[in-house]
């Protein structure tokens, strides 16, 4: 079982930043594919990164809405991954959802294919 907890949302201005932290337990998360997927009211979650270790290297993926604004990165030996976003916009407000998969070498999209889910963290930008 792994257990995922989100932090570092919060309430930001347009054009403003913010850095997400997804705390994950599990003793082999270094094999873990990692994503981010907001949820607005209203609507599916949505993938917008997605963050994969193999051979040493990571390697990312982002959904072309938040490409050069945010970037996914992870600390293996803090079993954490992170989202930094900059340049917010109103329409990234959502509640944002850390998800693990204990597939090993792959980046996943696709929220159907993850195991694991955090409990959320709000994120707010004021227009």
């Known amino acids: 079982q792994v257990q995922l907890v989100e932090s570092g949302g919060g309430l930001v201005q347009t054009g403003g930043s913010l850095r997400l932290s997804c705390a994950a337990s599990?003793?082999?998360?270094?094999?873990?594919?990692m994503g981010w997927f907001p949820q607005a009211p209203g609507k599916e979650r949505e993938f917008v990164a997605a963050?994969?270790?193999?051979?040493?290297?990571?390697?990312?993926y982002y959904a072309a809405s938040v490409k050069g604004r945010f970037t996914i990165s992870r600390d293996n030996a803090k079993n954490t991954v992170y989202l930094q976003m900059s340049s917010l916009k109103p329409e990234d407000t959502a509640v944002y959802y850390c998800?693990?998969?204990?597939?090993?070498?792959?980046?996943?999209?696709?929220?159907?294919?993850?195991?694991?889910w955090g409990q959320g963290t709000q994120v707010t930008v004021s227009s």
């Open positions: 998800a693990a998969s204990v597939v090993v070498g792959r980046t996943i999209l696709s929220a159907g294919e993850y195991d694991y």
């Open positions: 599990g003793r082999t998360f270094s094999s873990y594919a």
């Open positions: 963050i994969s270790w193999s051979g040493g290297s990571a390697y990312a």
